[in-house]
């Protein structure tokens, strides 16, 4: 069964991991993404975590390239040649939307920005993704996730109390603009369905990264008040944070949302003492003033259980505990298997391995994997053939010219 | 670079477009908020009484709970009506079915178990399905073991892989302070679907149903570690402030404060080791490539800091850029609030509240030239729109209404 965006052509000049992301939900949604890479300089995430599963081409074995491009057909064109921008221009014309994440600048040197290419094709959709988005005095700066964590003020307000600030090891700044990315494109596409109108997007990693701390900023402005870093403290709740268990580094999160189910993890833990007003816990106030002590008593009982036992004890009395999962966990987690959320696909070079599925699925138009992430240049010969009518002979110009390629001409660093 | 002068429809690309939100958790609310910001035309339904959960998560003002001025609920439904209504009353289901039947979408949190309860309600909601994009927003989806779990952002988090990587190797896994991270990623994850459906409608005239889960989402999100532990068996735990087989990618303290001292690619190395006028530093075998700089990052570290512990946040930042390295400084809330860049794109929206007052609140996440982002109004108070959604869209009698509001229905 075709996806929802089946019928929709996307050219896309994104690299590493935020606008890939957004064109990897737009491929899974059934749309064709043609991945666009040069042989003069692939995608630098082809080096993160590669050459650990044996192959002559390393540059084919990093997972996480493997798994932010699957679906996606690939394509190589060495944009900063004449011939290679002239092809990427036919390419415009046969297609629907463009999402790129360069500079400005690389853009208008290579005649491929948004103005050039609307002559081409006057209802596309293009998508840029920057760092600071296109305007303003900082467009020309440069910036990763952590880049623009720090100055969405993320990292102020995270880490343990009393300590410096700590970026977020569940990376913000790059897939929230990259889902945003994926959300810019399809509402383009459904202005352009009804007015026919294309048009230009300009996104910035920074400002939906800001999205995640509105509540400190809104307190900030309301109350005159900067956040403490304070581990995993909250206001409303209490206890509210992760508890050693058996093992080594295991851990259960739980969080007590009010005094009835603060009640009844006494009653698992088999403190009901606890529950006690004299105890002085009874309360949120009287937890949160304890919290040393709350800590020691629940830890009693976590230390000597497995993660998941405490977690289904405590869920069972309604309360909600939450495994610490880690990566290993999750492919043999039991939601995961039933919902056969990591399918196995077979991929030239790394063999078969699991990949997160579509968070998303749909009961008529289903979303999922169809096929692995194409190897460097896989789709050269299809896609300017079907969709340029490339000749055989014009074809073999191009790679004489190293305009296109299967190989790299140099391998990106591994890390 | 904002709204272009050819634009001819300055409408937003879903505006016509009329949703129904069922929520009392952040992911579906969010969800709706870039729905609102795209266009739509969101009613909210929420409970007589008490609103929607989201209302009773804080910070407020002056610390004291307020239902209509807690800030998630102040950001998360901008832009929003909102009505009350008791849905498991049989007078209410009937006139949730009259506002679906005029609507084009359906974006609900409701419990699966509690749906299973109501489900002469849902099965006529399920008959709409010929026109109505259906979706629902669950921490674990509406199938499998966990379904039924009860869940906050913490346990959630937790069960998705991300607490177990934020904080200092052994110490207690932490989660993003405040109660939004979670939800704005899964909340864009609903969104992407809620568009491709109504995009799909749009050509067919067929609606559907969707299944988005929460953790699913968060998953997706999160560096493929499941993927990477498949190829590689490499476990990441928590590192604090470093990334895996990278440096530096850390913060730093400086004179004044601190800074993300980021630094990924091989030509940012050479810049960086040229910044600071060390680039002996390239030829010296411990820090050749990224791998052996993390290796290494304790002594790199020590070589590095004297530099940052010289100078200014501001001066690591500008000089960082200036050589084309991604520093930035770690800002405060009050630093996001003043950054120039943000100023120069109107990024902070002006937000007057009757309840909690005018605040700047993050605006646009994207910026349209043709269907522009919506300036955002402030969150309805609960039931604000009862009169407008039930009397004048529906047509109801004023008397009908004072009827369900006698019977607590509304």
Same mark, same amino acid.
């Given at each position: 069964?075709?996806?929802?965006?089946?019928?929709?052509?996307?050219?896309?000049?994104?690299?590493?991991?935020?606008?890939?992301?957004?064109?990897?939900?737009?491929?899974?949604?059934?749309?064709?993404?043609?991945?666009?890479?040069?042989?003069?300089?692939?995608?630098?995430?082809?080096?993160?975590?590669?050459?650990?599963?044996? +192959?002559?081409?390393?540059?084919?074995?990093?997972?996480?390239?493997?798994?932010?491009?699957?679906?996606?057909?690939?394509?190589?064109?060495?944009?900063?040649?004449?011939?290679?921008?002239?092809?990427?221009?036919?390419?415009?014309?046969?297609?629907?939307?463009?999402?790129?994440?360069?500079?400005?600048?690389?853009?208008?040197?290579?005649?491929?920005?948004?103005?050039?290419?609307?002559?081409?094709?006057?209802?596309?959709?293009?998508?840029?993704?920057?760092?600071?988005?296109?305007?303003?005095?900082?467009?020309?700066?440069?910036?990763?996730?952590?880049?623009?964590?720090?100055?969405?003020?993320?990292?102020?307000?995270?880490?343990?109390?009393?300590?410096?600030?700590?970026?977020?090891?569940?990376?913000?700044?790059?897939?929230?603009?990259?889902?945003?990315?994926?959300?810019?494109?399809?509402?383009?596409?459904?202005?352009?369905? *009804?007015?026919?109108?294309?048009?230009?997007?300009?996104?910035?990693?920074?400002?939906?990264?800001?999205?995640?701390?509105?509540?400190?900023?809104?307190?900030?402005?309301?109350?005159?008040?900067?956040?403490?870093?304070?581990?995993?403290?909250?206001?409303?709740?209490?206890?509210?944070?992760?508890?050693?268990?058996?093992?080594?580094?295991?851990?259960?999160?739980?969080?007590?949302?009010?005094?009835?189910?603060?009640?009844?993890?006494?009653?698992?833990?088999?403190?009901?003492?606890?529950?006690?007003?004299?105890?002085?816990?009874?309360?949120?106030?009287?937890?949160?003033?304890?919290?040393?002590?709350?800590?020691?008593?629940?830890?009693?009982?976590? *230390?000597?259980?497995?993660?998941?036992?405490?977690?289904?004890?405590?869920?069972?009395?309604?309360?909600?505990?939450?495994?610490?999962?880690?990566?290993?966990?999750?492919?043999?987690?039991?939601?995961?298997?039933?919902?056969?959320?990591?399918?196995?696909?077979?991929?030239?070079?790394?063999?078969?391995?699991?990949?997160?599925?579509?968070?998303?699925?749909?009961?008529?138009?289903?979303?999922?994997?169809?096929?692995?992430?194409?190897?460097?240049?896989?789709?050269?010969?299809?896609?300017?053939?079907?969709?340029?009518?490339?000749?055989?002979?014009?074809?073999?110009?191009? %790679?004489?010219?190293?305009?296109?390629?299967?190989?790299?001409?140099?391998?990106?660093?591994?890390? | 670079?904002?709204?272009?002068?050819?634009?001819?429809?300055?409408?937003?690309?879903?505006?016509?477009?009329?949703?129904?939100?069922?929520?009392?958790?952040?992911?579906?609310?969010?969800?709706?908020?870039?729905?609102?910001?795209?266009?739509?035309?969101?009613?909210?339904?929420?409970?007589?009484?008490?609103?929607?959960?989201?209302?009773?998560?804080?910070?407020?003002?002056?610390?004291?709970?307020?239902?209509?001025?807690?800030?998630?609920?102040?950001?998360?439904?901008?832009?929003?009506?909102?009505?009350?209504?008791?849905?498991?009353?049989?007078?209410?289901?009937?006139?949730?079915?009259?506002?679906?039947?005029?609507?084009?979408?359906?974006?609900?949190?409701?419990?699966?178990?509690?749906?299973?309860?109501?489900? +002469?309600?849902?099965?006529?909601?399920?008959?709409?399905?010929?026109?109505?994009?259906?979706?629902?927003?669950?921490?674990?989806?509406?199938?499998?073991?966990?379904?039924?779990?009860?869940?906050?952002?913490?346990?959630?988090?937790?069960?998705?892989?991300?607490?177990?990587?934020?904080?200092?190797?052994?110490?207690?896994?932490?989660?993003?302070?405040?109660?939004?991270?979670?939800?704005?990623?899964?909340? %864009?994850?609903?969104?992407?679907?809620?568009?491709?459906?109504?995009?799909?409608?749009?050509?067919?005239?067929?609606?559907?149903?969707?299944?988005?889960?929460?953790?699913? +989402?968060?998953?997706?999100?999160?560096?493929?570690?499941?993927?990477?532990?498949?190829?590689?068996?490499?476990?990441?735990?928590?590192?604090?402030?470093?990334?895996?087989?990278?440096?530096?990618?850390?913060?730093?303290?400086?004179?004044?404060?601190?800074?993300?001292?980021?630094?990924?690619?091989?030509?940012?190395?050479?810049?960086?080791?040229?910044?600071?006028?060390?680039?002996?530093?390239?030829?010296?075998?411990?820090?050749?490539?990224?791998?052996? *700089?993390?290796?290494?990052?304790?002594?790199?570290?020590?070589?590095?800091?004297?530099?940052?512990?010289?100078?200014?946040?501001?001066?690591?930042?500008?000089?960082?850029?200036?050589?084309?390295?991604?520093?930035?400084?770690?800002?405060?809330?009050?630093?996001?609030?003043?950054?120039?860049?943000?100023?120069?794109?109107?990024?902070?929206?002006?937000?007057?509240?009757?309840?909690?007052?005018?605040?700047?609140?993050?605006?646009? %996440?994207?910026?349209?030239?043709?269907?522009?982002?919506?300036?955002?109004?402030?969150?309805?108070?609960?039931?604000?729109?009862?009169?407008?959604?039930?009397?004048? *869209?529906?047509?109801?009698?004023?008397?009908?209404?004072?009827?369900?509001?006698?019977?607590?229905?509304?």
């Amino acid at each position: 069964m075709p996806g929802p965006l089946e019928g929709v052509r996307v050219l896309d000049l994104s690299t590493w991991w935020a606008g890939p992301l957004g064109t990897m939900f737009l491929a899974d949604l059934g749309a064709e993404v043609i991945k666009i890479e040069a042989i003069q300089r692939v995608d630098s995430y082809r080096g993160t975590f590669a050459g650990q599963v044996p +192959s002559d081409k390393p540059y084919e074995t990093s997972p996480v390239f493997n798994a932010v491009n699957r679906n996606k057909r690939g394509v190589t064109l060495d944009m900063a040649s004449a011939k290679g921008a002239e092809v990427f221009r036919r390419l415009v014309r046969a297609s629907d939307v463009v999402c790129e994440n360069y500079s400005a600048r690389v853009m208008e040197n290579l005649g491929v920005e948004y103005a050039a290419l609307r002559r081409h094709n006057p209802t596309l959709v293009m998508v840029s993704l920057t760092g600071f988005g296109r305007s303003g005095p900082w467009r020309d700066y440069v910036a990763f996730a952590a880049t623009v964590e720090a100055l969405s003020g993320i990292p102020s307000v995270t880490g343990y109390a009393g300590g410096p600030p700590l970026l977020p090891g569940a990376i913000m700044g790059d897939p929230l603009p990259g889902l945003f990315c994926a959300i810019a494109v399809l509402a383009a596409l459904e202005h352009r369905r *009804r007015t026919g109108q294309g048009q230009y997007v300009d996104m910035s990693q920074l400002e939906p990264t800001t999205w995640t701390v509105a509540d400190a900023l809104l307190d900030f402005q309301m109350n005159r008040r900067t956040w403490p870093r304070q581990g995993n403290r909250v206001a409303e709740m209490a206890p509210h944070g992760a508890y050693r268990c058996l093992g080594d580094d295991e851990w259960v999160a739980i969080a007590v949302e009010d005094d009835g189910q603060w009640r009844r993890l006494c009653d698992v833990i088999g403190r009901p003492e606890l529950a006690l007003p004299r105890k002085g816990y009874a309360d949120l106030a009287g937890r949160q003033a304890h919290a040393k002590d709350v800590r020691q008593d629940i830890e009693a009982w976590t *230390r000597q259980r497995d993660k998941r036992e405490a977690m289904r004890l405590l869920q069972e009395a309604g309360v909600a505990a939450g495994a610490v999962l880690n990566p290993r966990d999750l492919l043999s987690d039991p939601q995961m298997q039933s919902r056969g959320f990591f399918p196995v696909v077979d991929r030239a070079e790394v063999g078969p391995r699991p990949y997160p599925g579509c968070p998303i699925k749909l009961s008529a138009t289903p979303a999922g994997i169809r096929s692995p992430a194409p190897l460097l240049g896989e789709h050269n010969g299809l896609a300017l053939r079907e969709l340029l009518g490339m000749t055989r002979s014009e074809m073999e110009g191009l %790679a004489r010219d190293c305009v296109i390629g299967t190989a790299p001409l140099s391998t990106p660093p591994a890390r | 670079m904002s709204n272009a002068s050819d634009s001819t429809a300055a409408s937003g690309a879903l505006s016509g477009v009329r949703i129904v939100e069922l929520s009392s958790g952040v992911p579906a609310a969010l969800c709706c908020k870039i729905l609102a910001g795209l266009g739509a035309q969101v009613v909210k339904v929420e409970p007589p009484g008490d609103g929607s959960g989201i209302r009773r998560l804080g910070p407020f003002p002056g610390d004291t709970p307020h239902p209509e001025s807690g800030v998630v609920h102040l950001f998360a439904d901008t832009s929003k009506q909102s009505v009350t209504l008791d849905w498991r009353a049989p007078a209410g289901a009937d006139l949730l079915v009259r506002l679906l039947e005029d609507a084009d979408a359906l974006v609900e949190d409701v419990p699966p178990a509690e749906k299973d309860a109501a489900h +002469s309600l849902f099965d006529r909601v399920a008959r709409m399905e010929q026109r109505l994009v259906w979706t629902a927003v669950t921490p674990f989806g509406q199938t499998g073991p966990y379904r039924d779990l009860r869940m906050t952002d913490l346990t959630l988090a937790a069960l998705s892989g991300w607490l177990f990587q934020t904080g200092e190797p052994g110490q207690e896994p932490l989660k993003a302070q405040g109660h939004l991270a979670e939800g704005c990623v899964a909340g %864009a994850t609903a969104a992407i679907g809620v568009l491709a459906a109504l995009f799909r409608r749009g050509m067919s005239g067929a609606g559907q149903r969707l299944d988005v889960s929460c953790m699913e +989402s968060l998953i997706s999100a999160n560096r493929f570690l499941e993927t990477t532990y498949a190829y590689t068996g490499y476990m990441t735990s928590r590192l604090g402030n470093r990334l895996p087989n990278t440096y530096p990618y850390t913060i730093y303290p400086c004179k004044d404060g601190h800074v993300a001292a980021i630094c990924i690619t091989d030509a940012q190395w050479e810049s960086l080791c040229n910044m600071i006028g060390m680039p002996e530093l390239l030829d010296d075998p411990r820090f050749t490539i990224n791998r052996d *700089r993390f290796q290494n990052a304790d002594a790199l570290g020590a070589l590095l800091m004297p530099w940052f512990q010289q100078r200014t946040a501001q001066e690591c930042f500008e000089t960082g850029q200036l050589w084309r390295i991604p520093f930035s400084k770690v800002n405060s809330m009050a630093d996001l609030l003043a950054m120039e860049q943000l100023h120069s794109r109107g990024y902070f929206e002006s937000v007057r509240h009757p309840v909690a007052g005018e605040m700047r609140y993050p605006g646009p %996440a994207i910026r349209f030239t043709a269907s522009p982002w919506r300036a955002a109004s402030a969150a309805p108070t609960l039931g604000q729109h009862n009169e407008q959604v039930w009397c004048r *869209r529906l047509g109801l009698s004023r008397d009908d209404l004072a009827r369900l509001r006698r019977q607590g229905v509304v």
